[in-house]
């Protein structure tokens, strides 16, 4: 089974509250979720709608017709209405003989009891159409509104009179709890994921799509005893970072486009002085303010040389929310291991959106710090002694007895004291270039492939778009001899896989959230392979599995 | 106390013959050595500027990092270790300028760090533009016909901000600035020394003779009493206070985080396995 709901109303009629419920309900009850936001800037009114899909199968992305609409205003009815599936009902305040519409007199009702929980009443109600019992979302309810004590009466109650007022027109069953699964948004698998990793010391400036992963582990920190700090801008957030990293103490900053581009010149101050630094960039289409609250993986080309001149630097594009947990986690010992920034590159889609995952395997996550042991330092301390691997032994202040710890955004020489000779510059371009070289050898994460042995198309993505592009393949998998290549790592770019596919005789379909085939030039300038065709978006809304299966069949096949 | 030849004060620099960083230079080996604190003990933070070059011409741990984005690491060293004493050192440009809006905040935060500007009212590395302290008159390559801004008058600001110690001190006085600086160190917060520092190459105006003909130390002043601080913070002119200008006990950064206590985050212990409850926590 396959079920999408639609939450839509303007800003400030507690939709997040009415998605936080049914998200939490359904999940108990057993079933798979996807969902997204499509949000607007603003506080109050405007269109914005919450996407919930629900199976009793794993998802992997957004559907496009829904099955059920809670139309919180008379506007989204008109909006949606376009969108609706076959059998497809609109639970609305809106008076209506037309079959697919069911009438609530939600503000009625509410008046009685708290006029400001009409969106409780739109809960209640949808559980009986979908003809799920109310046991599961009256403890939604609990725990929602636990520390608004006062409120949590009133909203069972109106929970129970939004049940009570319309007719079952469903059979969604009560699946049984799967203890193995969880349900995260991006930000917060990113937060979590830094958290792991023992992440000590965030700083960042609120910027959408952004916050989440800030809000997530302000959350966190007087119970881990860490510290979150909201910065005065991004420059100083990239900059404070850096000083937690210098001190000792795993850091990280997130920001959007517009921050990261305000982060540019600290992250090549990352490059040169080999600070390891963790920076999340959720990005939303661009350039300047571009569209605050929507996404895009525009920011590709602009990460990858994110700052003045050549240094080493990673960049990673995690799949999904799980994929982010354990990608975040690998980037803080990546950083740590080769002493440079990573850039985990999310997007609002990821972000914003939640899934059902398995739960998180930690047996594999082991911190490694790689700081030196003290007792290895003999007589006047290097930070950036030249050693055959490009890596010097990193120390923080304080940590070693009788010695200094010395960095510098200057050229410098082993002692970090600035230098201008040429042949200091060249022997220190190339100690850092040797840890890129390193990096590429032994820790990059080739692509994986997925589908037959000599497929005609292969669908060619990064990040994000893997599970959109998963479902796409799956449908066209029907009628054509497709897979799909997903790039985690997309700098340095691992060739290897893609060279091999090149060889194959199969025509490459690049799917990405921008305008401008950003990943294909990318791993055309990296490896002469090029795209044969490209299925590009960049309206800032995400990709469906759909929308990719109908532009390949008008943009691809022959 | 700490012998101060530790600090290797006497290091070869890329300043000019007669500089007022020098006499600073020694003046802080000095007061550091006074304070018996060792060359690890102490990490200072500087931007781009011929006086942000002082932690290769000092010897104590250094983040030599970008043009006035000095204070935003100097707060990670004040999160990881309460032990550390941070000191915060750069020019007028670097601090006032390109750092403006750093230095509004950390007023705010009111960390434990040292802040020493060296304020020679001129840019020197870029040799000879007007900086955000420059007075009206200066004529430069590019401030052809003075200056289109009124200088900074940085005590005023920082006693405006309340900032919660700030004092004036000029090179020309040797024991004055090492007071200044064990004072500042004494002071649990922000302490802002804005030092008069001559710019002997290409600042013409504001010379050792310019100072130290204007400059009077201050006596019966309390620097407790914000009125009357503030009353001192605007002369400026023929006559020009030096000393304590104003000081506030009130609680600093780290105090604003409770649950931080006397702890190093540095020394923060993290097993994933004690952290396997954030996952339950999406179930």
Same mark, same amino acid.
């Given at each position: 089974?396959?079920?999408?709901?639609?939450?839509?109303?303007?800003?400030?009629?507690?939709?997040?509250?009415?998605?936080?419920?049914?998200?939490?309900?359904?999940?108990?009850?057993? *079933?798979?979720?996807?969902?997204?936001?499509?949000?607007?800037?603003?506080?109050?009114?405007?269109?914005?709608?919450? =996407?919930?899909?629900?199976?009793?199968?794993?998802?992997?992305?957004?559907?496009?017709?829904? &099955?059920?609409?809670?139309?919180?205003?008379?506007?989204?009815?008109?909006?949606?209405?376009?969108?609706?599936?076959?059998?497809?009902?609109?639970?609305?305040?809106?008076?209506?003989?037309?079959?697919?519409?069911?009438?609530?007199?939600?503000?009625?009702?509410?008046?009685?009891?708290?006029?400001?929980?009409?969106?409780?009443?739109?809960?209640?109600?949808?559980?009986?159409?979908?003809?799920?019992?109310?046991?599961?979302?009256?403890?939604?309810?609990?725990?929602?509104?636990?520390?608004?004590?006062?409120?949590?009466?009133?909203?069972?109650?109106?929970?129970?009179?939004?049940?009570?007022?319309?007719?079952?027109?469903?059979?969604?069953?009560?699946?049984?709890?799967?203890?193995?699964?969880?349900?995260?948004?991006?930000?917060?698998?990113?937060?979590?994921?830094?958290?792991?990793?023992?992440?000590?010391?965030?700083?960042?400036?609120?910027?959408?799509?952004?916050?989440?992963?800030?809000?997530?582990?302000?959350?966190?920190?007087?119970?881990?005893?860490?510290?979150?700090?909201?910065?005065?801008?991004?420059?100083?957030?990239?900059?404070?970072?850096?000083?937690?990293?210098?001190?000792?103490?795993?850091?990280?900053?997130?920001?959007?486009?517009?921050?990261?581009?305000?982060?540019?010149?600290?992250?090549?101050?990352?490059?040169?002085?080999?600070?390891?630094?963790?920076?999340?960039?959720?990005?939303?289409?661009?350039?300047?303010?571009?569209?605050?609250?929507?996404?895009?993986?525009?920011?590709?080309?602009?990460?990858?040389?994110?700052?003045?001149?050549?240094?080493?630097?990673?960049?990673?594009?995690?799949?999904?929310?799980?994929?982010?947990?354990?990608?975040?986690?690998?980037?803080?010992?990546?950083?740590?291991?080769?002493?440079?920034?990573?850039?985990?590159?999310?997007?609002?889609?990821?972000? &914003?959106?939640?899934?059902?995952?398995?739960?998180?395997?930690?047996?594999?996550?082991?911190?490694?710090?790689?700081?030196?042991?003290?007792?290895?330092?003999?007589?006047?301390?290097?930070?950036?002694?030249?050693?055959? &691997?490009?890596?010097?032994?990193?120390?923080? +202040?304080? =940590?070693?007895?009788?010695?200094?710890?010395?960095?510098?955004?200057?050229?410098?020489?082993?002692?970090?004291?600035?230098?201008?000779?040429?042949?200091?510059?060249?022997?220190?371009?190339?100690? /850092?270039?040797?840890?890129?070289?390193?990096?590429? @050898?032994?820790?990059?994460?080739?692509?994986? *492939?997925?589908?037959?042995?000599?497929?005609?198309?292969?669908?060619?993505?990064?990040?994000?778009?893997?599970?959109?592009? /998963?479902?796409?393949? &799956?449908?066209?998998?029907?009628?054509?001899?497709?897979?799909?290549?997903?790039?985690?790592?997309?700098?340095?770019?691992?060739?290897?896989?893609?060279?091999?596919?090149?060889?194959?005789?199969?025509?490459?379909?690049?799917?990405?959230? @921008?305008?401008?085939? =950003?990943?294909?030039?990318?791993?055309?300038?990296?490896?002469?392979?090029?795209?044969?065709?490209?299925?590009?978006?960049?309206?800032?809304?995400?990709?469906?599995? =759909?929308?990719?299966?109908?532009?390949?069949?008008?943009?691809?096949?022959? | 106390?700490?012998?101060?030849?530790?600090?290797?004060?006497?290091?070869?620099?890329?300043?000019?013959?007669?500089?007022?960083?020098?006499?600073? /230079?020694?003046?802080?080996?000095?007061?550091?050595?006074?304070?018996?604190?060792?060359?690890?003990?102490?990490?200072? *933070?500087?931007?781009?500027?011929?006086?942000?070059?002082?932690?290769?011409?000092?010897?104590? @741990?250094?983040?030599?990092?970008?043009?006035?984005?000095?204070?935003?690491?100097?707060?990670?060293?004040?999160?990881?270790?309460?032990?550390?004493?941070?000191?915060?050192?750069?020019?007028?440009?670097?601090?006032?300028?390109?750092?403006?809006?750093?230095?509004?905040?950390?007023?705010?935060?009111?960390?434990?760090?040292?802040?020493?500007?060296?304020?020679?009212?001129? *840019?020197?590395?870029?040799?000879?533009?007007?900086?955000?302290?420059?007075?009206?008159?200066?004529?430069? +390559?590019?401030?052809?016909?003075?200056?289109?801004?009124?200088?900074?008058?940085?005590?005023?600001?920082?006693?405006?901000? %309340?900032?919660?110690?700030?004092?004036?001190?000029?090179?020309?006085?040797?024991?004055?600035?090492?007071?200044?600086?064990?004072?500042?160190?004494?002071?649990?917060?922000?302490?802002?020394?804005?030092?008069?520092?001559?710019?002997?190459?290409?600042?013409?105006?504001?010379?050792?003779?310019?100072?130290?003909?204007?400059?009077?130390?201050?006596?019966?002043?309390?620097?407790?009493?914000?009125?009357?601080?503030?009353?001192?913070?605007?002369?400026?002119?023929?006559?020009?206070?030096?000393?304590?200008?104003?000081?506030?006990? %009130?609680?600093?950064?780290?105090?604003?985080?409770?649950?931080?206590?006397?702890?190093?985050?540095?020394?923060?212990?993290?097993?994933?396995?004690?952290?396997?409850?954030?996952?339950?926590?999406?179930?």
């Amino acid at each position: 089974m396959d079920f999408n709901i639609v939450i839509a109303g303007e800003a400030g009629q507690g939709l997040k509250t009415v998605e936080a419920m049914l998200t939490k309900t359904f999940s108990r009850h057993g *079933y798979y979720l996807f969902s997204t936001k499509d949000y607007m800037s603003r506080v109050r009114g405007g269109h914005n709608f919450m =996407q919930i899909r629900i199976s009793d199968q794993k998802l992997e992305g957004p559907d496009e017709g829904i &099955d059920l609409l809670l139309a919180l205003n008379e506007e989204s009815v008109e909006i949606h209405s376009p969108q609706m599936n076959e059998d497809g009902t609109i639970l609305s305040e809106v008076e209506s003989d037309k079959d697919e519409m069911v009438y609530l007199d939600a503000k009625g009702i509410a008046k009685e009891v708290n006029p400001r929980a009409v969106n409780t009443v739109f809960v209640g109600a949808a559980f009986k159409i979908m003809g799920l019992p109310t046991d599961q979302a009256e403890e939604a309810v609990k725990e929602h509104f636990a520390k608004k004590e006062e409120v949590v009466d009133d909203n069972l109650d109106l929970l129970k009179k939004g049940y009570d007022a319309v007719n079952e027109l469903y059979n969604l069953k009560d699946l049984g709890k799967n203890e193995e699964n969880i349900v995260i948004d991006g930000n917060s698998a990113v937060g979590l994921g830094a958290l792991l990793a023992g992440l000590s010391y965030y700083t960042a400036y609120p910027m959408s799509p952004s916050t989440g992963i800030l809000h997530y582990v302000a959350g966190k920190q007087e119970e881990l005893g860490i510290v979150v700090e909201q910065s005065e801008d991004e420059i100083a957030s990239i900059n404070m970072a850096l000083g937690g990293s210098y001190a000792g103490m795993r850091s990280m900053t997130g920001t959007s486009g517009g921050g990261l581009a305000l982060m540019a010149e600290g992250i090549g101050l990352a490059g040169i002085t080999e600070l390891p630094i963790v920076v999340a960039d959720v990005q939303r289409p661009g350039p300047a303010t571009g569209l605050p609250t929507r996404t895009g993986q525009g920011d590709l080309l602009f990460a990858v040389n994110i700052a003045q001149d050549e240094f080493p630097l990673m960049v990673l594009a995690p799949k999904d929310q799980e994929d982010a947990v354990y990608q975040t986690f690998r980037a803080f010992n990546l950083a740590d291991k080769y002493q440079i920034p990573v850039i985990i590159l999310s997007d609002q889609f990821l972000g &914003d959106g939640s899934k059902t995952i398995k739960e998180i395997d930690t047996s594999e996550m082991k911190i490694e710090r790689h700081l030196v042991d003290p007792a290895e330092v003999e007589g006047e301390y290097k930070r950036y002694k030249f050693t055959e &691997d490009g890596i010097s032994p990193r120390a923080y +202040p304080g =940590q070693l007895k009788d010695n200094i710890v010395l960095i510098d955004s200057d050229e410098h020489d082993e002692f970090a004291h600035i230098v201008e000779d040429a042949e200091t510059r060249n022997k220190m371009v190339e100690k /850092r270039n040797k840890k890129m070289e390193k990096l590429k @050898n032994e820790d990059l994460l080739e692509p994986e *492939y997925t589908g037959p042995e000599a497929p005609d198309y292969i669908l060619v993505g990064w990040g994000s778009t893997a599970g959109p592009i /998963r479902e796409a393949k &799956d449908i066209l998998s029907d009628d054509y001899k497709v897979g799909q290549l997903a790039f985690n790592d997309v700098w340095p770019l691992p060739t290897k896989t893609i060279k091999e596919i090149a060889e194959k005789d199969a025509k490459l379909v690049f799917v990405e959230n @921008n305008a401008g085939a =950003q990943f294909d030039r990318l791993v055309r300038s990296e490896t002469g392979i090029k795209a044969d065709y490209n299925i590009l978006k960049d309206d800032g809304r995400p990709f469906s599995g =759909q929308e990719i299966y109908r532009r390949f069949k008008e943009e691809v096949s022959e | 106390m700490v012998d101060k030849n530790l600090y290797q004060a006497d290091r070869e620099t890329a300043w000019c013959p007669g500089c007022g960083n020098f006499p600073l /230079r020694t003046a802080l080996a000095d007061a550091l050595a006074d304070l018996d604190l060792k060359p690890e003990e102490v990490t200072m *933070y500087t931007g781009i500027g011929q006086a942000a070059k002082m932690p290769h011409y000092i010897k104590v @741990n250094g983040f030599n990092g970008l043009h006035g984005r000095s204070f935003p690491p100097a707060i990670g060293m004040r999160v990881a270790n309460p032990e550390m004493t941070v000191i915060v050192e750069s020019g007028d440009g670097c601090s006032y300028g390109e750092g403006g809006n750093h230095i509004l905040h950390n007023m705010r935060r009111n960390p434990d760090i040292i802040h020493l500007v060296h304020d020679n009212q001129i *840019y020197g590395l870029t040799k000879g533009q007007a900086s955000p302290t420059s007075v009206e008159e200066l004529r430069t +390559p590019v401030q052809t016909h003075g200056v289109n801004a009124e200088p900074l008058n940085p005590v005023r600001f920082a006693v405006g901000m %309340k900032a919660s110690f700030v004092a004036r001190s000029t090179v020309g006085d040797r024991e004055h600035l090492k007071e200044m600086i064990r004072e500042a160190k004494k002071h649990k917060g922000y302490a802002l020394i804005d030092i008069f520092q001559p710019c002997v190459s290409f600042n013409k105006i504001n010379t050792y003779q310019w100072y130290n003909k204007r400059v009077y130390k201050l006596e019966d002043h309390d620097p407790t009493d914000h009125a009357a601080a503030m009353k001192v913070a605007q002369e400026f002119g023929d006559e020009i206070p030096i000393g304590i200008i104003y000081r506030e006990e %009130k609680p600093t950064f780290r105090d604003r985080i409770p649950y931080l206590k006397d702890k190093a985050l540095v020394e923060r212990d993290v097993q994933v396995d004690d952290l396997k409850y954030l996952i339950d926590e999406f179930k």
